[in-house]
C-alpha cells in the first residue's frame, strides 16, 4: 500500500470520527422531538394528513405502516416508469419501461438496494428520476433509520406497549435530517462540476472525428445478422458527441447520505458528472458513513449508556479497516498478464478505474460502498483483481453491519449483538441479558430468522442461477469469474447493496424477477422479525447490573462481537468464495 | 389497517412532492444562479460553436493529439449519452487480446519509443468518459506529439505542465492532466 493510501484512509477515518457525536446527537435529538422548530413545522403536516402524532404505535402495527408505506413507493416507481413516455419532463422521450424492468427497479429503490438493471441516461425520463427514483432516495433510507430507532426504543424502555410512532418517525428523519443535508450537500457537488438542469441532452462538436463499427441495421431497424447469428457491423463515423442532462446533482447527494447508490447515469459515481473531483469523493465517501457511524452515538445516547454506542463503532471500525486495507492492497498490485505484454506494473489495476481517483480512492470507495450497504461505484468491481473484488464481496456477505446502510447496518449488527451475548451466555452458563434485557426464545428466534433470511437468499438464488440456462446466459466472464458474477449480483440484492460486477446481463425477465424476490425478501424479511423484537423487549423489565452481568461496552465484548459476525456471517459463504474469486486468484498467478 | 391507509397514503403524496418535486427545483433553482457554467454541464464554447465540456472526454486516435484513456462504450468510443466500463475480468483472454492492440497501436505510432507503457494508456476507464490521463500517459506520448507536428520536445512538455492538476488539496485522487484542455492548447499553439 502506497504512503498516500495510508494517508487517505488516516484522514477519512479522523473526519468520520469527529462527525460521530454531533451527528449523532441531532439524530436522537430530533426523533425525541426534543427541537422547538420540528414540533412547530411538524404538526400542521400531521393535521393535513389525518396523522395522530400522540399516539403510539405497538410494534405490529408500526410494522405494517412500515410495510404498506414501502408498498405504496413500489406502486409509485413502478408506475411513473410504465407511463413515462407520456408524462411530462421527458425531453430525450424515452419509452415506458418493460415491466420486468419496472418491477425490478421498484424493489430496487423501495428495498434501498438500488440495484439497476438499466442505465439511468438511456432509460429513464427527468420526472421518472425525480418523482420516483429520488423520492425513494429519501423515503427508503428513513425506513431504515426508523426502524433501528425503534429497537432502540424496545431496548430503552422497560414494561411498555409501544415502540413509537411510524408517521411521525418518517416524518421527521426525511423533512428534518436527510432534506437540509441533502440541500446543501448538492449545491456543494455542482460546485465542483456535477450537472443540475432539465434541459435536453446537449450536442457538441468533437475536435476529432471518431470512426467505430456500428451494428448494421435492416429497413425495420433490427441488426443485421449472418449465418452464425453474430451481428454484422458496418463503417461507421461521427463529428459529434451527446452528452446526457438532467437535474443530477440533488439525486447523487441523497444517494451516498441514504446509502442508496443509485447512480443517475449508467456509470455511477464514476461518471465526472456525478462525481467531478477527488474532493467531491472524498465527501462522497464521507457522508456514506455520516450516518450509519452517527447512529452509534443515537444508540448510545437513548440507552442511556453512550460506552455501549462506542463499543458498537469500535467493532465496525476495526474491520472496515482492515477490509479497506485489503482491497487497497490488493488493487495497487498489477494484473501479471498486462505486465507480461510490456504494461508499467507501478500504475496497478487500472482496467475499470477513472484517472482522477487512481487505485487508492478506487480501492477505499470501494470498500466503503459495500461495507455501508450503498452500492454507488467510482470504478468497476468486475475489473477487479480477484482478491480486490472478494473484499466488497465478504463486506455485503457479512450481512452489510459494517456501518451497514443508514439504519439496517446498526440493526444488523444489534441482532449479532444479541446472538454473541446469547453465545457467551451459554459458555458460562447464565441466562444472556443485553442492555438490562432478558434475551430469551422469542428474541432468539427473531434473532435466527434475521441472520439466516440473507444467506439462503443469496446460496439458493445463486444455486438456481447457476444450474439454469437463463441464468448462465448472462454471464459475460468466463471460467470461475462467470461464477462471482452471479455470486455478487445475489449477494447485492439480498443484502440490499446494489453494486454488481456489472459485465452480468441482469436485465432480462429471469434475473429482473429473482433478484426482485431477493431484494424484497432480504429487506423486510429482516425488518418485521427486527421490529418484533423491538416490541417484545420494551414489554420486558430491565435488569439491574451485578456481578454476573457481561459487560458489553469493553474490548472483550468488542472481541467477541467481531468474531461472532466474522464466523457466523462470513462461514456461509466460504465454499461459495473458494469457487469465485479464490481459484481464480490461484489460476491469474500460476499461469505467471 | 384502516386507520393506517389514510396517513399512509397523504404522508407519501406529500412526502413525495417535497422531495421529489420540490427539492430538485429547489436545487435547480440554486445551483442555476450561483453555479450556473457547472449547473449546465462546464460546456467549452469556441468561436460560437459548443465543443465539448471541460468533465467529458473525447475520443483521440490522429498522432498529432494526445490520446486519453481507452473507452468501451458503444457503439462508439466516448458515447456521452451511454456511459460505462469493458467490465472485463482479469483473466478474461479478451482482455489480454484488447490490451494487446492497444500497445501495438502505440507503438506503431511511436516506434522509437522505449518508455515502459503507462497503464492507463491501454486500460479502459471506468466511465468510459474520463477526460484526465495520468502525468506518465503524458509524458509517453510527448515525443510523438512533437515530431509529428515538427515542433521542439521541451514545447509540448512545457505545455504538458502548465496543465497538469496536482492532487486536490494535495491529498485527495492523482495528479493528472485534461486531454481535451491539452489538445486545444495544442491546436492554438502557432
Known amino acids: 500500500m502506497t504512503t498516500h493510501a495510508w494517508t487517505l484512509l488516516g484522514l477519512f477515518l479522523a473526519i468520520l470520527l469527529v462527525t460521530v457525536k454531533p451527528m449523532g446527537l441531532y439524530l436522537a435529538k430530533v426523533m425525541a422531538g426534543d427541537y422547538g422548530f420540528v414540533r412547530?413545522?411538524?404538526?400542521?403536516?400531521?393535521?393535513?394528513?389525518?396523522?395522530?402524532?400522540?399516539?403510539?404505535?405497538?410494534?405490529?402495527?408500526?410494522?405494517?405502516?412500515?410495510?404498506?408505506?414501502?408498498?405504496?413507493?413500489?406502486?409509485?416507481?413502478?408506475?411513473?416508469?410504465?407511463?413515462?413516455?407520456?408524462?411530462?419532463?421527458?425531453?430525450?422521450?424515452?419509452?415506458?419501461?418493460?415491466?420486468?424492468?419496472?418491477?425490478?427497479?421498484?424493489i430496487s429503490f423501495v428495498s434501498n438496494t438500488n440495484w439497476q438493471g438499466y442505465g439511468g441516461e438511456s432509460t429513464m425520463s427527468y420526472l421518472t428520476q425525480m418523482l420516483a427514483l429520488t423520492v425513494q432516495n429519501f423515503l427508503s433510507a428513513a425506513t431504515g433509520i426508523v426502524v433501528v430507532i425503534a429497537l432502540i426504543r424496545g431496548f430503552a424502555r422497560h414494561t411498555a406497549a409501544t415502540v413509537g410512532n411510524a408517521w411521525v418517525d418518517l416524518t421527521r428523519v426525511t423533512l428534518y435530517v436527510l432534506l437540509p443535508i441533502s440541500i446543501v450537500y448538492a449545491v456543494f457537488l455542482v460546485g465542483q462540476g456535477s450537472i443540475q438542469n432539465l434541459d435536453a441532452y446537449k450536442e457538441v462538436t468533437t475536435l476529432e472525428v471518431t470512426k467505430y463499427d456500428a451494428p448494421k441495421l435492416d429497413a425495420d431497424g433490427q441488426p443485421v445478422k449472418d449465418e452464425k447469428?453474430?451481428?454484422?457491423?458496418?463503417?461507421?463515423?461521427?463529428?459529434?458527441?451527446?452528452?446526457?442532462?438532467?437535474?443530477?446533482?440533488?439525486?447523487?447527494?441523497?444517494?451516498?447520505?441514504?446509502?442508496?447508490?443509485?447512480?443517475?447515469?449508467?456509470?455511477?459515481?464514476?461518471?465526472p458528472y456525478e462525481n467531478p473531483t477527488p474532493l467531491s469523493n472524498f465527501i462522497q465517501m464521507l457522508s456514506i458513513f455520516l450516518i450509519p457511524g452517527a447512529l452509534c452515538f443515537t444508540f448510545g445516547r437513548m440507552v442511556g449508556d453512550t460506552r455501549q454506542g462506542w463499543a458498537v463503532l469500535a467493532v465496525m471500525t476495526v474491520m472496515f479497516a482492515g477490509l479497506a486495507i485489503a482491497a487497497m492492497y490488493f488493487e495497487q498490485q498489477a494484473n501479471p498478464l498486462l505486465t507480461q505484454l510490456g504494461v508499467d506494473p507501478t500504475f496497478g489495476n487500472m482496467e475499470g478505474k477513472e484517472t482522477r481517483f487512481g487505485i487508492a480512492d478506487s480501492g477505499l470507495f470501494a470498500t466503503i460502498t459495500t461495507a455501508a450497504s450503498c452500492g454507488a461505484v467510482i470504478a468497476m468491481h468486475d475489473s477487479f483483481m480477484p482478491l480486490g473484488g472478494l473484499v466488497p464481496l465478504v463486506d455485503m456477505q457479512l450481512g452489510e453491519v459494517v456501518f451497514g446502510g443508514v439504519g439496517s447496518g446498526l440493526y444488523g449488527m444489534l441482532v449479532f449483538a444479541i446472538l454473541a451475548v446469547f453465545i457467551s451466555g451459554l459458555m458460562i452458563g447464565r441466562t444472556p441479558e443485553y442492555l438490562g434485557k432478558k434475551i430469551e426464545t422469542y428474541e432468539m428466534k427473531m434473532t435466527s430468522i434475521a441472520i439466516l433470511v440473507t444467506p439462503l437468499l443469496v446460496l439458493v438464488g445463486t444455486a438456481v442461477a447457476v444450474i439454469t440456462g437463463d441464468g448462465r446466459a448472462g454471464i459475460a466472464n468466463p471460467g470461475a469469474h462467470g461464477f462471482s458474477e452471479i455470486l455478487y449480483a445475489f449477494s447485492s440484492a439480498a443484502n440490499n447493496n446494489g453494486s454488481a460486477f456489472a459485465g452480468l446481463s441482469a436485465n432480462t425477465p429471469f434475473y429482473n424477477t429473482m433478484l426482485g424476490i431477493a431484494m424484497w425478501f432480504g429487506r423486510f424479511g429482516v425488518i418485521v422479525p427486527v421490529l418484533a423484537m423491538a416490541g417484545s423487549l420494551a414489554a420486558k423489565k430491565r435488569l439491574a447490573v451485578t456481578e454476573g452481568t457481561l459487560p458489553t461496552h469493553g474490548p472483550l465484548f468488542v472481541v467477541l462481537l467481531i468474531g461472532v459476525v466474522l464466523l457466523v456471517g462470513l462461514l456461509n459463504y466460504v465454499p461459495a468464495l473458494a469457487l469465485g474469486p479464490v481459484i481464480e486468484q490461484l489460476m491469474l498467478f500460476a499461469t505467471y | 389497517m384502516k386507520t393506517l391507509l389514510r396517513p399512509a397514503l397523504s404522508l407519501f403524496v406529500l412526502l413525495s412532492v417535497i422531495t421529489g418535486l420540490a427539492y430538485p427545483l429547489l436545487v435547480t433553482g440554486i445551483a442555476k444562479t450561483t453555479f450556473p457554467v457547472e449547473a449546465g454541464g462546464s460546456l467549452i464554447v469556441k468561436d460560437g460553436k459548443t465543443i465539448g465540456s471541460r468533465l467529458i472526454g473525447q475520443n483521440f486516435s490522429d498522432p498529432r493529439y494526445f490520446w486519453g484513456r481507452p473507452s468501451a462504450t458503444t457503439p462508439m468510443p466516448y458515447n456521452a449519452s451511454a456511459s460505462g466500463g469493458s467490465n472485463l475480468g482479469p483473466l478474461n483472454p479478451a482482455l489480454m487480446d484488447v490490451v494487446k492492440g492497444r500497445i501495438d497501436t502505440l507503438r506503431a505510432a511511436d516506434p522509437g519509443n522505449t518508455l515502459p507503457i503507462p497503464a492507463d494508456l491501454v486500460t479502459a476507464s471506468a466511465s468510459g468518459l474520463d477526460p484526465h490521463i495520468g502525468i506518465a500517459a503524458a509524458a509517453y506520448q510527448a515525443g510523438r506529439i512533437a515530431r509529428v507536428r515538427g515542433i521542439e520536445l521541451a514545447v509540448v512538455e512545457g505545455l504538458v505542465a502548465q496543465y497538469t492538476e496536482s492532487r486536490q488539496w494535495g491529498i485527495f485522487g492523482e495528479p493528472r492532466v485534461n486531454v481535451l484542455a491539452l489538445n486545444l492548447a495544442l491546436d492554438g499553439l502557432r
Open chain 1, 40 to 106: 412547530k413545522t411538524e404538526s400542521p403536516l400531521y393535521r393535513l394528513c389525518g396523522v395522530q402524532a400522540d399516539e403510539e404505535m405497538v410494534w405490529l402495527k408500526y410494522a405494517f405502516a412500515i410495510l404498506l408505506f414501502n408498498a405504496l413507493g413500489v406502486l409509485a416507481v413502478y408506475a411513473l416508469q410504465r407511463l413515462q413516455a407520456w408524462l411530462p419532463l421527458n425531453p430525450q422521450g424515452m419509452a415506458n419501461v418493460s415491466p420486468d424492468s419496472a418491477f425490478n427497479t421498484a
Open chain 1, 229 to 271: 447469428g453474430a451481428v454484422v457491423n458496418e463503417p461507421a463515423e461521427t463529428a459529434t458527441q451527446t452528452l446526457a442532462m438532467g437535474p443530477v446533482a440533488s439525486q447523487e447527494a441523497i444517494k451516498m447520505l441514504g446509502t442508496n447508490g443509485g447512480g443517475f447515469f449508467n456509470a455511477n459515481s464514476a461518471h
